[in-house]
């Protein structure tokens, strides 16, 4: 682990020094710069309780380190920079029993990556480079990038999700921020390896069906503080394009405040999904075909109100057309924008209506700060299938605590615990239990 962070030290140090030797050029480089150490540990039990594939039940732990260094701009109408991401993860349990996967050629396990014999390897880190350049309120980003995104969230589990590709971001017009990017390819939360851009339904590792190739674009307006209007587009080269629209407004009613979210997805077939199989998604064309073209709407709708140390919440997600909701998927765990998403599934299948309940509190009402606890309860029905529609549930409580003040200030410990039942074939019934700590030190 020490070489590793030499290494990572190394190479920040270098671009430092080759800004150092320019004298002045290199004021606002260093004096901006930034740079803090994610330390998080985690726990994940998942017991799949239906079918008989292995594996049966999967339990790993591991220490995850993640150095994000982002430097200041040198000066001059043109700011140049360049940011560093490494991350590491050390395996502290699992075993084959626990970790196998008999796709382990192409897929990770739950949090490692896994060896050629089945097993979690002992520990996998990668380092990201991002150059950027920036005028007035407008920046260029070359490099790694971790976008969070309504059409593309970077996501994490003992280290981060990560994409390669370029990225212009613009503040330059009052409550408008303009986003335009093209992403090239992926590194999974569990893996050392870029790898091609894929979608869910078309992942097998084994097909070498990716694309180099995924397009987005679009913005956020807030005319006002509690307005909020989004509008995205994304194609992922060959596969699908996307149109997205976001609404969310919120305002006082009565002794709280209510807020409401609305998402439209909008996703259509392209290039060879139109004609290759090879390309194909998941979802229901009919009696026994469960492959083919992208086409798919998906609406969603939440209120949320918040009264003192309570939060009440109730949505309604509804998903039309022939395929299932598509999204960028490796096949090595992602995370969406759609209302559903959760710990375990996303009820996003073709024809399905879920319902959601969801509720929280605050316990600084009876003086204990830094603690919280969530519910979210889902149920789906009307999953299109050769036999009849199909249904799925889960349920999901969080439990979070953040140390207030001291030396361990931000320490926060979280227990999540989710149960998923259903009856869509290819969906095993499952219970998972996580563990997360997590502390950021700021280095510089």
Known sequence: MMTFEKRWVGIIACGVGGLVNQGAQAEGFIEDSKANLLLRNFYVNADNR??????????????????????????????????????????????????????????????????????????????????????????????TLAPQLPILISSDRLVLQTFTGAQVESRDIDRLTLTLGQLEHAKGRGSSNEQGLSMSGANNARTGVTSNKFYYGGGIYKPRADWTLQYYYANLQDFYRQHFFGLKHSLPVGPGQLTADFRYFRSLDDGKDKYDPAYDTIGYYGPGVNKGSVDNNLYSGQFNYAVGPHTFGAGYQRSTGQSDTVWVNQGDGSSTYFMTESQIAKFQHSGERTYQLRYAYDFAAQNLPGLTFSAMY??????????????????????????????????????????LR???????????????????????
């Open 50 to 143: 239906s079918g008989t594939a292995k594996p049966s039940r999967q339990e790993e732990w591991g220490q995850g380190f993640v150095l994000d260094f982002r430097s200041g701009l040198t000066p001059g109408p043109i700011g140049f920079g360049v940011d560093a991401l490494g991350m590491l993860g050390v395996r502290l349990d699992s075993g084959k029993g626990r970790h196998y996967n008999a796709n382990s050629d192409n897929f990770n396990g739950v949090i490692f990556p896994t060896d050629h014999g089945g097993r979690a390897v002992d520990d996998f880190s990668s380092l990201g480079l991002t150059a950027k350049a920036a005028i007035a309120k407008s920046e260029l980003r070359y490099g």
């Open 378 to 419: 889902q149920n789906g029905d009307h999953i299109r299938s050769d036999d009849g529609d199909r249904k799925e549930w889960e349920r999901d409580l969080t439990l979070n605590y953040v140390v207030q003040s001291g030396t361990l200030k931000g320490l926060s410990f979280s227990y999540r615990f989710g149960s």
């Open 422 to 444: 259903s009856s869509y074939t290819g969906q095993r019934d499952m219970d998972e239990n996580r563990f997360i700590v997590n502390y950021l030190l700021p280095v510089l």
